[in-house]
């Protein structure tokens, strides 16, 4: 049994270890994977030039991309689709796909589990297997809420600044703008993640891809209804030719009043949500010191009657 806590033990750190290094060089062997791709189109690498390389690019860094690979072939192509959207609209594209995350939760899981067991059997003599397996699968699914909560922050700030955007949009169009130099100078106005994406849509465009496909990208990069419903009304006015300044006008103004409500529907919920915090915490301060003194002279008195 000693043997096994000591193998546990060196493969929690070696896991520990690799997931460091993927988190502080990551995204530095990402480009310089690309790099030798490149390079390999032109070049052939020798057996000579291969060995100077550090012991961790020869090794420890292709038994992880097998490692990922292979996870990233047994998962299901559903699951696999939705990390994908997720991790669009969470804006992180250039720092994690879906197998990175996906082997982070996994050797996540098995990095606090096996530490849960090793630090209960150094405490208690006997180890916990199922508050090991407990605290691994809580673990596994961290990185999935930290993912699905930056999208949802990004999703708040798109929906925030829409308004905002189209009256600026508005206004420069009816100073005489046309509809995609008004896009590109709002953006410039007001950065942020909206802006972010309507750049990379305007970039798409130049580099000859379809407008409607690349207004489209927004949409599934965002994943915001009132996204979704602007660049429908865009699509929508270039192909019947409508006027853009009124289908712009429209759009602001039904776009400010959705933020007027959502922010009515936040102002109604804040009673219901002060309602937890005033039982656990000032009910109980108010009650010792409104009923302490009374509570202490009935101490008192029945105390003197014995």
Known sequence: MGIMVYLLLFATATIFFVIIFQVIFGNRFVVRDRIEEISLLYNVQSDEDEMRLPFVERVINPVYQRFVNALGNMTPSSIKEKYEHMIMQAGVGRKYTVNSILSIQFMLAIVMGALIYLLFRLLTGQGSILLAVLFGALSFFLPYVRLNSTAQIRQKKVQSALPDLLDLLFISVEAGLGFDTALKKSAE??????????????DDIAKGRDRQEALKGIIRRTGVDDINTFITAVIQSELLGTNIATMLRTQSGVM??????RAEEAAMKIPIKMLFPLIFFMFPALFVVILGPAVINVIENVGSLF
């Open 189 to 202: 106005k007001m950065p942020g993640p909206l802006s972010d994406e309507i750049k990379k849509a305007l």
């Open 256 to 261: 400010r009043q959705k933020r007027r409500q």
